[in-house]
C-alpha cells in the first residue's frame, strides 16, 4: 500500500539527483502497471511539467523515438543491452567498427580538454535514437558496467537505479553528475541506506529509511512486519556500500547458494560473467544438490556436494553464423553433429570462465534451452519457474 505522501517524496527525492526540465520529452516503453513507469516514467515527468509520449511496441522504438525526440528514456537491462549491442553489429556488419573505435579514443582525449564532439562523431548512431536523446536510466536489475560506459563513449548519459515496489519505488539511483557503473546509485539526500550485519567482506542485507517507504501489505500485517522494523525497510538483497556511498548490490538473499562447506555463491555474479558474451542472450545459476554414498567405519551415510548448474539461452544467429563459417550445417538443430558442436561452443567458453573462479564457484554443469525463459513484465527471468526442462527445450 503506498501513500499519496510516499509517492511525492518518491518524485522530489528523485528531482534532486537527476535534473528533469520541462523541455524533456520522455519515451515510455515500460508497463505501467509497474512501480517504476509509473513513478519515474509518467507520475515525475508530470512533476517537472516535461512531456510522455508513448512508444507503440517494442519493434517501433527506433520510429518512435524520431517521432517523438524524445530526449530521456527509462529502459530494463536487457533493452539496453540490446539497444548497445545492436550499434556494434550495425558498425561491424558495414566494416566500420575500427574507424568507431578510433573517433571513440579521439572524442575520450578531447573530452579531457574540455571538448566533446560526441554529436558531431557519432551522428548517426545519434540519429537512429532521434537526434535528442541525452539520458538513459536503467532499472529492474544490473546492468553491464561496460555497457554504460560504452554509451557514455558514445555521448549519451547512461546511469542505474535500484528500487523496490515497497519504496514507491526509489532506493537508490546514480547522480547525473557523479556516479558508479558498478553500483545501484546512491541513497537519494533525505534517505538512509545501511548493511545489516555484515560479513568480513562487508556484505549483508541492504536495509533502507525514508518517507516513501509502503504503509505496509495489504492485509498482511505479520508479513509486514517481517520486512519493517524499526522504521527500517528489510529489501532482501544482498550488497554492500563502498568507500564512496555508493550501494554495490551482489545477489537477492533468496537466491544465494550455499554449498555444503558454507560457502555463499551469489547467482547473479555468474550470471553476469556468462551474459558478457555475446553468444549467450539470457543465463539463469542455480546450485543443485548431488548426493553421493560413502562409508565410515562401517556405516554408510549420504554426502550432500552442491553443484553449481548454469540454463543458457543463446543468440542463435550468431552461434549459427559461427559454426557455418567451420562448416557446420545449421539447418536441423537435431541433428547430433549440430548438437554436439553447441556443446563443446559452451563447453570452452565456460572453460575458460572457471579458470579465473575459485574452485567452488565453477560450473560444473549446463544446458541449452531452445526457447527462452519465462520473464516478468519487467524482462526479468522468472527465476523460480520449473528448471526441469523437457527434451522439447533441452538442445
Same mark, same amino acid.
Given at each position: ?71 530521456? !528514456? @527509462? ?5 539496453? +543491452?540490446?539497444?548497445?549491442?545492436? %550499434?556494434?553489429? $550495425?558498425?561491424?556488419?558495414? &566494416? ?117 517507504? !509502503? @504503509? ?5 500485517? +505479520?508479513?509486514?512486519?517481517?520486512? %519493517?522494523?524499526? $522504521?527500517?525497510?528489510?529489501? &532482501? ?159
Amino acid at each position: 500500500m503506498l501513500s499519496h505522501h510516499n509517492i511525492v517524496y518518491d518524485l522530489t527525492e528523485m528531482c534532486k539527483m537527476i535534473n528533469i526540465q520541462p523541455e524533456d520529452t520522455f519515451l515510455s516503453v515500460l508497463p505501467l502497471h509497474h512501480t517504476y513507469e509509473c513513478t519515474c516514467g509518467f507520475l515525475c515527468v508530470l512533476y517537472r511539467g516535461a512531456t510522455v509520449a508513448y512508444c507503440e511496441k517494442l519493434s517501433t522504438i527506433t520510429r518512435d523515438l524520431e517521432d517523438s525526440k524524445a530526449s530521456v !528514456m @527509462l529502459v530494463v537491462p536487457l533493452l539496453l +543491452e540490446t539497444m548497445y549491442k545492436k %550499434i556494434w553489429r $550495425g558498425a561491424e556488419k558495414s &566494416g566500420r567498427d575500427k574507424t568507431l573505435r578510433r573517433a571513440i579514443k579521439l572524442n575520450n582525449a578531447l573530452k579531457k580538454v574540455g571538448v566533446d564532439l560526441s554529436r558531431k562523431l557519432f551522428a548517426e548512431i545519434h540519429k537512429s535514437f532521434g537526434g535528442h536523446m541525452r539520458l538513459l536510466v536503467s532499472g529492474g536489475a544490473a546492468v553491464d558496467p561496460n555497457v554504460l560506459e560504452g554509451l557514455r563513449d558514445l555521448g549519451f548519459l547512461a546511469i542505474q537505479g535500484y528500487g523496490l515496489t515497497e519504496c514507491a519505488p526509489l532506493a537508490a539511483v546514480n547522480r547525473d553528475t557523479f556516479y558508479n557503473d558498478k553500483s545501484a546509485g546512491l541513497a537519494t539526500p533525505n534517505s538512509r541506506l545501511e548493511i545489516d550485519e555484515p560479513d568480513e567482506n562487508g556484505i549483508g542485507e541492504i536495509k533502507y529509511k525514508g518517507e516513501n517507504i !509502503m @504503509l505496509g501489505y495489504y492485509n498482511m500485517p +505479520e508479513l509486514t512486519a517481517e520486512v %519493517i522494523r524499526d $522504521g527500517w525497510f528489510y529489501t &532482501g538483497d544482498l550488497g554492500y556500500i563502498d568507500e564512496n556511498g555508493f550501494l554495490v548490490i551482489t545477489g537477492r538473499k533468496k537466491n544465494v547458494i550455499v554449498t555444503t562447506n558454507g560457502k555463499n555463491i551469489f547467482p547473479e555474479e555468474l550470471e553476469y560473467f556468462l551474459g558478457r558474451d555475446a553468444r549467450i542472450l539470457d543465463a539463469m545459476v542455480v546450485g543443485e544438490n548431488k548426493v553421493s554414498s560413502s562409508s565410515a567405519g562401517g556405516d554408510k551415510s549420504t554426502v550432500g556436494e552442491t553443484v553449481i548448474k548454469a540454463y543458457i539461452f543463446p543468440d542463435y544467429a550468431l552461434v549459427n553464423a559461427e559454426l557455418e563459417a567451420q562448416g557446420i550445417n545449421t539447418s536441423d538443430i537435431n541433428a547430433p553433429a549440430y548438437r554436439d558442436a553447441v556443446r563443446a561452443m559452451f563447453t570452452s567458453l565456460i572453460n575458460e570462465l572457471n579458470i579465473n573462479l575459485p574452485s567452488y564457484k565453477r560450473i560444473h554443469k549446463f544446458i541449452v534451452r531452445r526457447n527462452e525463459f519465462e520473464k516478468t513484465t519487467t524482462k526479468k527471468i522468472k527465476r523460480f519457474v520449473k528448471t526441469n526442462l523437457d527434451d522439447t527445450d533441452q538442445l
